[in-house]
């Protein structure tokens, strides 16, 4: 229990950033933009891992609290690889998905070829890939909830044009209206900052599974979209607790794993009761 009241503030960060990535992820996915943000993903990695190569060359000491160089190259390298995604892939719609495997596969390279020219980094590309969120400063903790905060009024706010929009982009490929493309570009940079930040504190692995469980799971459960959003609300801050205390009684094992751990095993209950209750 003295462990839990000292990670007390991990804890509710890291239990708000699940359910705000759970919110946004929902509608990325009904967008099918599920495997465009895999490639941000990666992308974001790749750019940590220059930005430490970047503060080595230039004798800049790392920092592991608030905004330092791997974040800001981060951001760069990764606006700048998804434009040329974009601009390749605007006249070879037809072909977006073998260019974006492409894409990914190159950077999955490179991110073994940078750790091979420098194996002293390999530990930033765990980190990238994990993260730890235990080891995460109160600055990074109190901007994370800043951000997740005010993202959350946005998304309550404008929540009937991100749905209208997703629904224009799942069904359409393009938003049918001309008006609100200002609320299209600024959800996506919401999603590409709470990526950066949370694929910087907490890895990959626990950044995609709680923006994309969610709706994976809801295709088994048959989930209406405001029951999709109690699920989240619910069972993603839930993961982080249950996460959290395993990682306390067995030392070692890497906390963001246990939490997508966790969210799984949660979804896979519903999914059996639901199945249970419909045979009864």
């Not at 990914?104 to 750790?115: E, G, P, Q």
Request: with cysteine; aromatic share 12%.
């Amino acid at each position: 229990m003295e462990l839990i009241g000292f990670y007390l503030l991990n804890i509710v960060v890291g239990a708000i950033l699940s359910v705000i990535l759970g919110l946004y992820g929902a509608h990325v996915v009904a967008r099918n933009k599920t495997i465009e943000t895999i490639l941000l993903g990666q992308s974001i990695q790749v750019g940590i891992l220059l930005g430490v190569i970047l503060g080595k060359l230039l004798h800049i000491g790392h920092n592991d609290h608030g905004l330092h160089l791997e974040i800001i190259v981060s951001i760069l390298f990764t606006c700048l690889l998804y434009g040329g995604y974009e601009w390749v892939t605007k006249s070879k719609k037809h072909a977006k998905t073998p260019i974006l495997v492409s894409f990914y596969t190159f950077l999955v390279s490179l991110s073994y070829l940078i750790v091979a020219i420098s194996p002293q980094i390999e530990s930033h590309m765990v980190k990238a890939f994990l993260g730890d969120i235990v080891t995460a400063s109160r600055l990074e903790l109190y901007v994370i909830m800043a951000l997740s905060l005010i993202f959350a009024v946005y998304f309550i706010v404008k929540q009937d044009r991100i749905k209208l929009q997703s629904f224009d982009l799942s069904s359409f490929g393009h938003l049918v209206s001309s008006t609100g493309r200002a609320d299209y570009v600024f959800f996506n940079l919401i999603v590409l900052s709470l990526m950066i930040y949370s694929i910087h504190v907490l890895g990959i692995v626990f950044t995609l599974s709680m923006m994309i469980f969610p709706i994976t799971i809801s295709q088994f459960t048959k989930l209406t979209l405001n029951k999709l959003y109690l699920f989240i609300a619910l069972f993603a801050p839930s993961s982080v607790v249950l996460g959290f205390v395993m990682n306390i009684q067995f030392e070692g094992l890497p906390t963001s794993s246990l939490m997508v751990m966790s969210y799984l095993g949660f979804g896979i209950v519903l999914i059996l009761i639901q199945k249970m209750i419909a045979k009864a």
